[in-house]
Each structure stands twice: as C-alpha cells, then as structure tokens.
C-alpha cells in the first residue's frame, strides 16, 4: 500500500519561509518520480517542481530561485524548501509520485492529501 503524506504547510507573511515534507511509505524515492503540485481555489493544479531519480529538479517558472525541491533517500523523503514566498503561492500542496517520468505534469500516480500554505 503505498501512502504519501506531506506536513509543514501553514500561514506566513509574505517573504518568509516554509519547508514542506512528504513522507512516502510502500514505494522507493530513490527510484520514483517525484514533485510537487499546487492547488489554489478556482484554479487548475500546476505543477511546481520535480525531481527525477538521479536528483535532477525541474521548476516551474515563478518559483525558480525561490523554491528547492530535494528527497533524503534513506528516510525515503520528499522536500520542498520554499523562500521569499508571495501571497500567490497560497494554495494546497500536494506531492505526488511514479514509476514513469511526468514532469510538471499532473498524471502521476500516486498523491499525498495535501497540505495548506497561506501567505498574507
């Protein structure tokens, strides 16, 4: 059974920080597909970063530079480091994974439930 499980959303102000994690359990980060996607009210999930298996990330354009997606393979782990946040990256974050290579794109597999971020 695989479960992805994300934590460390919550509300902060603008410019300030906040890094997420998804705990993914019956499935391998060292050899998955993984990113991260955002859901914000009225509007359409949109890919935020990815990560392929050697560790390569790949950013959607408004949060290169601010946003760090990582995974810790032994405490098989996906993280995503996010600074100098703007009221526009209120949304619910979701981490998602697979076997097959996705992207930014929202066909993976398997997701967490999502967590809230709130910049004010």
């Known amino acids: 059974h695989v479960q992805l499980v994300e934590s460390g959303g919550g509300s902060v102000q603008a410019g300030g920080s906040l890094r997420l994690s998804c705990d993914v359990s019956?499935?391998?980060?060292?050899?998955?597909?993984m990113a991260w996607f955002r859901q914000a009210p009225g509007k359409m999930r949109e890919g935020v970063a990815s990560?392929?298996?050697?560790?390569?990330?790949t950013y959607t354009h408004s949060v290169k530079d601010r946003f760090t997606i990582s995974k810790d393979n032994a405490k098989n782990t996906l993280y995503l480091q996010m600074n100098s946040l703007e009221p526009e990256d209120t949304a619910v974050y979701y981490c998602?994974?697979?076997?097959?290579?996705?992207?930014?794109?929202?066909?993976?597999?398997?997701w967490g439930q999502g967590t809230q971020v709130t910049v004010s």
């Open positions: 998602a994974a697979d076997q097959f290579a996705f992207g930014l794109s929202p066909q993976y597999k398997y």
């Open positions: 019956g499935y391998s980060v060292q050899t998955a597909y």
């Open positions: 990560i392929d298996r050697a560790g390569y990330p």
